[in-house]
């Protein structure tokens, strides 16, 4: 399970602290030491050796980090402390206990306890810029315990903007259990015979608003992105559809009409550039306009790399179709959307 971008059951919980995923902050690297670095201090000086980060994490947890060589300590709100080993830096840095699991995936801290769902955590350094609309109000309704489920923590999730409501059901498990959209002032509640659910199978979670348009996430990544939808909330329509690598999107704007975005596209073509050669090439660039302003990758390294990973199963490696990661503007018309690669570094895999 790719989870890699699971931006947490209430990713759009944006309050004082605001932590947007790709904002910034925060890498763990793990080698003969474990630094923590803050971007807004990183070419001031480095933290000191044992210190310990305060984190704010989406659905509203508090923590306390402390890293060491071996090991990190989170201290929770309530003042307990769990001491999580190190196990591996492949290809995340992981710490876990068995139960409790933070995770340094890219620029942003993984929580997880149990079986609930992750949620992304960020240092408490002030207000993060996201190129999403922020929320009028939030309402975040805790419902019953889930007995089969003791570490879930079942809500309501209410965003309120100008005109409209987005409301997401969480139980704790992968995937909200249910995505509506509800006038401004409707309440928030679990069921309410007003709702227009969003009925799309890549809808997991709620990802977004820009202007009366909802972005939603798939309940997990796959093939290195993150897969999202686009909805109108005035008629329920799905506009688009797609696929982001990295933490977040670069920039949504509306242009003369248009909807732009610029992220990095995670692409999976249906043909194998490692066995088929300069006929799949010649296809993905068609489909995707890679060539002249972004380069189409060589993607031997990626092939070779699991190949020799799984040699049992090299030959069905090298008929996995490949997948392009490339910087992108997307733009939406109103009716359909265009894709133009931007200048940038472009890369290459074999799918999950």
């Known amino acids: 399970m790719m989870n890699l971008y699971r931006y947490g059951t209430v990713s759009n919980r944006r309050t004082a602290v605001r932590p947007a995923l790709r904002a910034a902050a925060l890498a763990v690297a793990v080698a003969a030491t474990v630094i923590l670095a803050m971007p807004a201090m990183a070419q001031e000086q480095e933290p000191e050796e044992n210190q310990a980060f305060p984190l704010t994490c989406e659905d509203g947890t508090k923590l306390t980090a402390l890293f060491t060589d071996d090991d990190v300590t989170v ?24 139960k409790h699991q933070l995770v340094e995936k890219g620029d942003v801290l993984e929580w997880t306890v149990g079986k609930k769902a992750p949620t992304i955590c960020s240092p408490e350094d002030g207000d993060v810029e996201t190129p999403f609309d922020e929320p009028v109000a939030i309402d975040n309704v805790d419902l019953p315990p889930n007995k089969g489920n003791p570490d879930a923590r079942p809500s309501v999730n209410c965003y309120r903007y100008k005109g409209f ?6 139980l704790g498990e992968v995937g909200a259990e249910k995505l509506a959209v509800l006038p401004e002032d409707a309440k928030c509640v679990r069921d309410d015979p007003a709702e227009k659910k969003v009925e799309s199978p890549i809808a997991g979670y709620f990802l977004g608003v820009k202007g009366a348009l909802a972005f939603f996430q798939a309940p997990d990544g796959s093939n290195g992105g993150l897969p999202f939808v686009v909805i109108d909330t005035k008629t329920m329509a799905t506009l688009f559809d797609d696929s982001f690598e990295g933490a977040d999107f670069e920039k949504i704007e509306t242009d003369g009409g248009n909807l732009v975005i610029d992220y990095v596209r995670a692409f999976s073509a249906d043909c194998s550039l490692y066995l088929d050669g300069q006929a799949c090439a010649d296809k993905i660039r068609k489909e995707t306009g890679l060539g002249d302003i972004a380069k189409l990758p060589d993607c031997g390294a990626s092939y070779d790399a699991e190949k020799k990973r799984t040699p049992d199963y090299a030959k069905e490696i090298e008929q996995l179709p490949s997948v392009i990661s490339y910087p992108v503007t997307l733009t939406f018309d109103g009716t359909s959307a265009t894709y133009a690669p931007r200048a940038g570094e472009t890369s290459c895999r074999v799918p999950d």
């Open 75 to 98: 201290t929770l709100a309530d003042g307990a402390a769990v001491k999580l080993p190190f196990k591996t830096d492949d290809p995340f840095a992981l710490f876990t206990d068995g």
């Open 165 to 170: 409501m987005v409301k997401e059901v969480d």
